[in-house]
């Protein structure tokens, strides 16, 4: 950390325990909802309840938190402030209710004020990555993720499996309201018809990244970089490239996206004109309605794009590994999606894919979950955030 990191990290900190300190002096406006994605930006299941808010009622008061000041994909009627800045710590106490994907809130010093309402919708689905404390070295984050869940009124589940998740992790005392995710509710009905929207994600996807419209896309997005004990495989996408126009035919292009976590420090390498930046594209979800091909290694987006039923596959070159330091809670065999764990397997899992016994397993795999996204999900936590706007509790 350089001195203007720690002076800015420093400033905040006091903001933090001063605000708290004064938390009483400020009014809770009624009418005000304050969002929080761990991106920073205007995606995941925030933006869906959000949006489904404002069309409901449109003279509520969404507040959102940017990390670095920036208004770019923000609707207009949203107001935004910078996380740890004095608009930030007001708008943290004067919020009715917070909605969070990711013990955003928590980070620093917080007391929640009696009349607010924390609805906690996290990031993940019916992923295969263990978030519990036991599994997990980083004390600090697991300080953050118990606050977390002491603090949460609620939080939305979009599975049976998911509210295990949840209740063995940091909110077991959580009252969880299965919804399904509202981000998954344009992957579920195949296009965006919100009023902000766009029906056709397929050509607004293309056209951003200047393709034809037959074009074929691929998306190979892994989870974050982490040190490991030795050198494995990088995945060709190259070879990914040449494979599925073998197997699916057409022209394909591959997008590449690094985890936010990552893509703060580096950016894509795109030495190859097919190779096209995911990271300039804010919202995965409306790329996964774009996309005819999901590639990660242990990503949690993959399980959200496994409603879609479109061909994927998982590249796990430190499989054992990854296994042994950080933890599944079932085996990665057990996913729909053909396991390659070097780039000489890629041709051959995907030359012989078979589509209907891939959408046959997506369905047992959905079943086996108790999977309940249905398209309605972002209704069903905008109507509740009106509802606690009015301390109107859901019925559990």
């Known amino acids: 950390m350089n001195l203007k990191e720690f002076l800015i990290k420093s400033r905040r900190r006091v903001l933090a325990y001063w605000y708290k300190a004064i938390r009483k002096s400020i009014k809770i406006d009624g009418n005000k909802v304050l969002f929080f994605t761990f991106q920073g930006k205007y995606t995941c299941n925030p933006k869906y309840i959000c949006r489904r808010l404002h069309e409901l009622s449109p003279d509520v008061k969404c507040v959102w938190v940017t990390v670095d000041g920036d208004r770019a994909g923000f609707p207009e009627y949203a107001e935004t402030v910078e996380f740890g800045s004095p608009d930030y ?91 399904g995710h509202a981000r998954n509710d344009i992957l579920i009905n195949g296009r965006d018809d919100s009023p902000d929207g766009n029906n056709n994600l397929s050509a607004r996807v293309r056209d951003f990244y200047g393709l034809p419209h037959d074009a074929k896309l691929a998306l190979y997005a892994p989870t974050f970089a982490r040190e490991a004990s030795k050198e494995f495989e990088e995945f060709d996408a190259g070879l990914l490239r040449d494979c599925l126009a073998e197997r699916f035919g057409g022209e394909w292009f591959i997008l590449k996206r690094l985890h936010p976590r990552d893509a703060r420090n580096r950016k894509v390498s795109a030495c190859d004109d097919f190779i096209l930046d995911g990271n300039l594209y804010t919202d995965i979800q409306e790329l996964m309605v774009a996309i005819d091909f999901a590639v990660t290694d242990y990503s949690s987006w993959i399980f959200d794009y496994v409603v879609t039923k479109k061909p994927g596959m998982i590249y796990a070159p430190d499989l054992e590994e990854y296994q042994n330091s950080t933890g599944f809670y079932y085996p990665i065999t057990a996913t729909p999606f053909p396991l390659a ?56």
Request: hydrophobic content about 35%; overall charge neutral.
């Open 341 to 396: 764990t070097d780039n000489s397997s890629v041709r051959e899992l995907i030359g012989g894919f078979d589509m209907d016994k891939y959408i046959e397993d997506v369905g047992q795999f959905l079943e086996g979950k108790g999977c309940v996204d249905d398209g309605m999900a972002s209704q069903r936590a905008a109507e509740t955030v009106l509802n606690l706007i009015n301390d109107r509790l859901p019925e559990m």
């Open 89 to 179: 710590y007001r708008a943290l106490y004067s919020a009715k209710v917070l909605v969070d994907n990711s013990f955003n809130f928590v980070k620093q010093p917080f007391k929640k004020k009696k009349g607010q309402y924390y609805i906690e919708t996290m990031h993940g689905s019916l992923g295969i990555k263990r978030i519990d404390a036991s599994s997990n070295p980083n004390a600090k984050r697991n300080r953050i993720g118990g606050r977390c869940g002491e603090i949460s009124d609620y939080i939305i589940s979009n599975s049976d499996f998911e509210t295990d998740v949840y209740k063995s992790s940091f909110w077991e005392k959580t009252p969880v309201l299965m919804y």
